[in-house]
């Protein structure tokens, strides 16, 4: 595997500048996200013809149904061979460890709450306002239950690493590079070398390079800036 510490969501753009985008930045980053987007446009053909390029995939399809069904799945996603994919934590315990009975190699990542997700949201849906509490808890359940790792924002990346000793692979979305002020639907996010300093250990983005007019110029100074 190489050092690299970015993996670049696909999503949101078509297969063919996918292809391009993969040949022209795959030297640079560690893996490319595979979510819901490409993936239930393009299919298992589309997702072949990223992995055949010699890559690491993050096929995040964030999992979240009965502890059977899940290892159906799991062990179905096993067969494409993805470095990482998710599960959502709060499926249950049993739904947890079901996935380390059919993951064969690859990596299960349990999804904390997600970055669009802010406080009112959270009072609402959670009965809890304070996100930190609620991802701390969230992160107990999934070293309790052997998952991989943990998806979080980079505002508990922290909180992340001291309960888990360094035990959990940390992925955080919501990475924003100084320079790029779109407003988009990330409610909680960092600077890519704010979130490394502080323990993540892979750092998700997406339209900040998919959508650069030049997105090898920006992986590197990306790079660059945590390196």
């Known amino acids: 595997m ?3 510490k970015i993996i670049v969501a ?10 391009y985008l993969v040949d022209e930045i795959k030297n640079q980053v560690f893996a490319f996200k595979i979510g819901y987007d490409f993936f239930l446009n393009f299919g298992l053909d589309g997702y072949n013809q ?3 390029k010699k890559v690491n995939i993050f096929l995040d399809l964030k999992l979240h149904d009965i502890p059977n069904t899940i290892k159906n799945g799991i062990e179905a996603i096993a067969n494409l061979s993805p470095y990482f ?3 959502h934590i709060t499926g249950g315990d049993e739904m947890q460890k079901i996935t380390g009975l059919s993951k064969k190699n690859v990596k ?3 999804v904390s709450i997600l970055t669009s997700i802010d406080s009112a ?3 609402k849906y959670y009965s809890e306002k ?3 509490n609620l991802v701390g808890k969230f992160v107990k359940n999934a070293l309790e239950n052997k998952l991989d790792g943990v998806v979080c924002s980079p505002l508990e990346i922290e909180l992340v690493k001291k309960i888990s000793s360094g035990k959990l692979i940390i992925v955080t979305p919501g990475i924003r590079p100084e320079n ?3 407003n988009d639907d990330q409610k909680r996010f960092m600077s890519p070398k704010k979130a490394v300093n502080l323990g993540a250990n892979y750092l998700v983005i997406g339209r900040p390079i998919t959508q650069s007019t030049n997105p090898l110029l920006e992986i590197k100074s990306i790079n660059s800036s945590i390196e």
């Not at 696909?10 to 292809?19: A, E, G």
């Open 130 to 132: 304070n996100i930190t």
């Open 108 to 110: 299960v990542l349990g």
């Open 2 to 4: 190489n050092d690299k």
């Open 50 to 52: 990223i992995k055949n």
């Open 85 to 87: 994919t998710t599960i």
């Open 180 to 182: 790029y002020n779109k």
């Open 121 to 123: 949201q959270a009072e």
């Open 10 to 19: 696909l999503d949101n753009i078509n297969l063919y500048d996918s292809r």
